[in-house]
């Protein structure tokens, strides 16, 4: 009767040994065989009017994230931020990345050409606001960035692209 046991037992582990065997193979043979990471890229979108030097930018994944920081001297500037005309962040204290790491705000994007609009809500040092705004699908300092290269004065917005273009 010992005999009988440890054969129905040994039988068993034998066949759930051979079923994880065959779901782990059937479950190897549906990855996909290529990895395809696509990195962001300036997009050739025509700029707006009112850029104040923001480039265009480009990703192949949404939701992808913005990270913004101050681009000078940390002094308090306070901006909004619009994605397509609908605001998605207010009253944003941006600070230097000396002082705090960039704030992310992750952008559900559509297909083609995204409007980003960046409101100057506040300059306490009345020069205009000035930031970095980087489009990154892992962490800060992985991505693309551009920096408005003239101030933003407050009370004004500047705009740039953010295309989406996915992987096909």
């Given at each position: 009767?010992?005999?009988?046991?440890?054969?129905?037992?040994?039988?068993?582990?034998?066949?759930?040994?051979?079923?994880?065997?065959?779901?782990?193979?059937?479950?190897?043979?549906?990855?996909?065989?290529?990895?395809?990471?696509?990195?962001?890229?300036?997009?050739?979108?025509?700029?707006?009017?009112?850029?104040?030097?923001?480039?265009?930018?480009?990703?192949?994944?949404?939701?992808?994230?913005?990270?913004?920081?101050?681009?000078?001297?940390?002094?308090?500037?306070?901006?909004?931020?619009?994605?397509?005309?609908?605001?998605?962040?207010?009253?944003?204290?941006?600070?230097?990345?000396?002082?705090?790491?960039?704030?992310p705000l992750g952008l559900p994007l559509r297909e083609g050409a995204n409007r980003i609009d960046i409101a100057c809500r506040q300059d306490p040092?009345?020069?205009?606001?000035?930031?970095?705004?980087?489009?990154?699908?892992?962490?800060?300092?992985?991505?693309?960035?551009?920096?408005?290269?003239?101030?933003?004065?407050?009370?004004?917005?500047?705009?740039?692209?953010?295309?989406?273009?996915?992987?096909?």
């Amino acid at each position: 009767m010992h005999d009988t046991m440890r054969i129905l037992h040994i039988s068993s582990s034998a066949l759930v040994a051979l079923a994880l065997v065959g779901c782990s193979r059937q479950a190897y043979n549906s990855l996909p065989r290529t990895l395809t990471v696509v990195p962001p890229w300036f997009s050739n979108y025509p700029s707006f009017a009112n850029n104040f030097g923001f480039k265009n930018l480009g990703t192949a994944y949404s939701p992808s994230t913005l990270y913004l920081s101050d681009n000078l001297a940390d002094g308090g500037d306070v901006i909004a931020v619009a994605l397509n005309g609908h605001v998605v962040l207010d009253n944003l204290a941006i600070h230097t990345p000396d002082n705090s790491p960039p704030h992310p705000l992750g952008l559900p994007l559509r297909e083609g050409a995204n409007r980003i609009d960046i409101a100057c809500r506040q300059d306490p040092d009345s020069m205009g606001c000035t930031l970095k705004a980087e489009i990154s699908n892992t962490t800060a300092g992985q991505g693309i960035a551009t920096i408005n290269n003239d101030y933003i004065p407050q009370g004004q917005y500047a705009s740039f692209v953010v295309e989406y273009k996915p992987v096909k």
